[in-house]
């Protein structure tokens, strides 16, 4: 551990607190607050994007989300939902989330703390579900969102929406999961194919957990972050914080796609079919945040889901197009403390 991190644990208290999903999965929220002053703002929910964990807004970087929300007073939860690597892989779909992870997850929250309302910081499908939840209103409790990469209005490169539409129907027949750490560990045939299809296509860097995210994930070379806005320390690290997504996941994402917007698939009567249909049940903010170089979902899919929120309550909502930033590197790029994380804190603390 670095000396860094040996300082956060000095000065941070963290606590996991298991909570139960609405079809009784086992799930789990990490408070972290400061050792020495009681939080001073409200509780912040973090929630991660497929296949990681909560851990993803913890790169070793000087200073991560985390370390920045608490110095400005805010109770930081970070949730583990059902996509959370930490957890045996389960074929998920955003529905299931939607429906009954964050809900309990913000439920949880409220009960721990007393807190009336609380606030939130969501991530690429940890995005689109809170979203979901949020349009159905079944997160009352939630007044901002901050959403990173995709909400609403899902819109991919041309290259993605080929793999969506002719790749994922093949593999799911021999797969059920990809798994970007196949990189570092291939466990049988059809993981060592697909490693070596991506050490042949892929040669942006000599990090294969890297090249297997850009491959699972998008169309770029990388598709998460760019390597320039990223340490050496924070690219050998994320070969630990991927894992299996399930297939099933791209199968709805491809149906969202295709609409423009998000669809449920699994027919649930508290949910719509079409998350546009009718105005959202939500009186939430939304801030909308986007790299401009994202390769995983393009920033057109935040900027018209701005235009959407926008045309429904005009002024209320917000829209943040960050330049040379892609996708994770938002939250774990070397200068991200300075780039991006004020831009978050003043749409919180509006």
Sequence with gaps: MSSNNNNKAEQYHERTIPFQTGDERQLNLINVRLRDHP????????????????????????????????????????????????????EWTLDQAALYDHPEAVKKIIEETGAE????????????????????????????????????????????????????????????????????????????????????THHECNNAVCKQVSFTYGAGFPALWKHENISEETHEWVK??????????????????????????????????????????????????????NRCFLPQSQINAFHYFDKLKPGFH???????YSHLDIFMGSNAAQDTFPLILEELNK
Excluded at 56 to 72: G, M, N
Excluded at 136 to 165: C, E, M, Y
Excluded at 272 to 287: G, S, V, Y
């Design 117 to 200: 309302s609380i606030k939130a910081i969501i991530h690429c499908q940890g995005s689109t579900s809170f979203t979901m939840s949020a349009i159905a209103g079944l997160i009352p409790q939630v007044d901002t969102i901050v959403t990173n990469a995709v909400s609403s209005h899902p819109l991919v490169p041309a290259w993605s929406r080929f793999k969506l539409i002719f790749f994922v129907p093949v593999v799911s027949l021999i797969s059920p999961y990809l798994n970007p750490h196949w990189g570092v560990d291939a466990p049988n045939w059809f993981a060592k194919f697909i490693t070596l299809m991506v050490n042949l």
């Design 240 to 293: 630990q914080e991927f894992s299996d997504v399930p297939l099933r996941f791209f199968r709805q994402i491809a149906e969202c796609v295709s609409k423009g917007h998000l669809v449920s698939v699994e027919n649930f009567p508290q949910l719509p079919q079409d998350f546009t249909a009718e105005p959202p049940k939500t009186d939430a903010r939304f801030a909308f945040f986007a790299g401009q170089q």
């Design 318 to 324: 917000s829209l943040q197009l960050i330049e040379k």
């Design 39 to 90: 939080p001073s703002r409200s509780p912040v929910i973090l929630v991660h994007g497929a296949g990681v964990r909560a851990n993803i807004f913890r790169a070793p970087v000087q200073t991560d989300i985390v370390d920045a929300l608490l110095e400005q007073g805010y109770d930081v939860w970070l949730e583990n939902w059902r996509a959370s690597i930490d957890f045996p892989a389960n």
